[in-house]
């Protein structure tokens, strides 16, 4: 049986890998086929396929369920009850509407929108909505988030923007989003939003710096409920029963133990529906259930059985969960825990059992995290070794001993006040670690590397006496250490990032680094932090040579004070220097400048008669083993006359095309003299600029130039000087993703 449990595990979870699903005649196959094996040996294969058929049939309709092509990008107007805890910031209000309906179209399940100074909206309500609808997108970078998966794992079929609306009906049955008001509105020492985290799951209200923090320190599990909280929960419920049963004070006629287990999952469950039941939080109470079930009756079954049977359970009532990266740590957590306190010899001391599974969690979960591609907090060991405890034994009991007695006078808020006090001195402490020992973004690692890692990683926790279990470390270094890209004398790594509406470009010879631009900023919400620094540490940059903001504008510069901030920049140069951070000491872009790095050369160029800042954008020139590369920033038509005067207006390989495919730019003589036999497109999906414009798109189509588009493809690689193919990170083919298509094959004139 626990091998067909094992089966049933590895085919719900083969949805991971999946590049497409099958057919739908497949899946109707596969169970029928799966029940002809099951009387026989091939009971495990019946059992793996059972699993994969119903993982695939979930997912299939979930794909089935997002908007439809036809309406992307449409303005409906439609009605639906707000569900889940809304959350406002900058102005913003984001809410999921459920039960939605239009008059004429069909509409997805869930559909998570944004209110641009739209009026405070509660749970429950019905409003009716001009959304402006869209499929689910996001930004697509290699090792980066894949926001796709997070809406798919969600059931979010559509996303959009409210243009203007109407509430239908109060808010009922409500009471979650009354009790966020009513802790937000206590005093708890400026820790509110905290407390509302803690008690209902809500981390909206958290500031970007507390998150920050949490994630430097390794500690964001403790802000999330999770496993910890429900188990504690349970645990002290359990644990009160059994000293009640011990000393006597449990009445005798009603049997401790089963009585204990009920108890402890009766409050498993309500802190889970506090807390909203999410995906987590069932995965939580899944796991609480059946650790209380082998507590009560089937303690024979050794430990893993237990965990064999939550993974299961998880999977089968949510199989889109193994999308989420929580998924994964959590139960490898689990594990991790199992596989170092099973098997010893003797019991540690309590204390050398606490500080020890801290380390072996973060040994444990290091190969995880670096192949969801996650920062790695150096500090996590130590911060957890006094944030869990502290926040497990006095902030947690506190926050909700508080909120269960709001209602009486003084003593609810009191409660709520001290344990505001207490998470505000944790955060204190948490920062300053912070700022000492901030979050490692380790480099990408080949998969054989990364293999020889996971095996060290088993190594190390395996108990003392193990063959070969010191040669662990080795193997766990090999990843944190391993071989960096050797890029050929000549040539030039080129990477367009997909930021959005905006604009960034990583070249990389073989001793240098030049960022030409640094993604977009808009309020808090900064792509710079989010996308360009990340993406710089992964391919292994310490440091950048040359940081070129081709203008002020903020979509290309907005994110040059964080990169500053997160690496070292040796040189910043930009076409304006008015509008950038005093910090960053600015240089003026000069024309002509001309330099060498490792047999590759780079040539600056500025209009010397513009006057606003697109036309300020200072243009860089590469050329690497004769293969050029043009980066154009934004500069318009008049700037592009003057280019064609100078000596970058020669054939070229590789263009950017200016200021995002405007009509503004990308003029017939300039693209006629140029001719690039391929072009990059930076922009935004469905950008309310309608960047590219058609008549951009048809001259490079004349032309029969390649278009590389990062709203279409995601990021784009390029190996300038080789002559070869660019990758592109959405010909990663995953089942939840569109393929590859080129949309602007079609028959256009040459305007």
Known sequence: MRTGMFALALGLLALRLLPVLPPVGWLLVLPVVALMLLPFRTYPLAFFLLGLAWACFSAQ????DRLIPALDGQTRWLEGRVSGLPQQSSGVVRFELSDSRSRQDRLPQRIRVSWQGGPPVRSGERWRLAVTLKRPSGLLNFQGFDQEAWLLAQRVGATGSVKDGQRLAPARHAWRDGVRQQLLAVDARGREAGLAALVLGDGSGLAAEDWRILQDTGTVHL????????????????????????YGCWPRRLPWLPWACGLAFAAALAYGLLAGFAVPVQRACVMVGLVLLWRLRFRHLGIWWPLLLALNAVLLLEPLASLQPGFWLSFAAVAVLLLAFSGRLGPWRAWQAWTRAQWLIAIGLFPLLLILGLPISLSAPLANLFAVPWISLLVLPLALAGTLLLTVPWLGSGLLWLAGGALDWLFKALAWLAGHVPAWMPAEVPVGYWLLSLLGAVLLLMPKGIPFRLLGWPLLLLAVFPPRESIPLGQVAVEQLDVGQGLSIVLRTRNHVLLYDAGPRVGDFD??????????????????????LSHADADHAGGAAAVARGLPVRRVVG???QGLPAFLDTQACVSGEQWEW????????????????NAKSCVLQVQANGERLLLTGDIDREAERALLATPLAVATDWLQVPHHGSRSSSSWPFVQQLAPKAVLISRGRGNGFGHPHPQVVARYQYLRSTLYDSAEQGAVRLRLGAFEAPVMARSQRRFWRAPVIDSYQRPVPAT
């Open 61 to 64: 309709r979930a794909l089935d």
């Open 223 to 246: 802000l999330v409920i999770s496993g910890q909280h429900i188990g504690l929960l349970s645990g002290l419920i359990y644990a009160l029963v059994a000293g009640l049963a011990r």
């Open 527 to 548: 792509l710079g932090e989010r996308v360009v620094l990340p993406a710089l540490r992964k391919l292994g940059v310490g440091q950048v040579d040359l940081m070129l």
């Open 575 to 577: 076409g304006e220097t």
């Open 598 to 613: 490792d047999g590759v050369v780079f040539q600056l160029w500025q209009w010397a008669d513009a006057r606003n800042g």
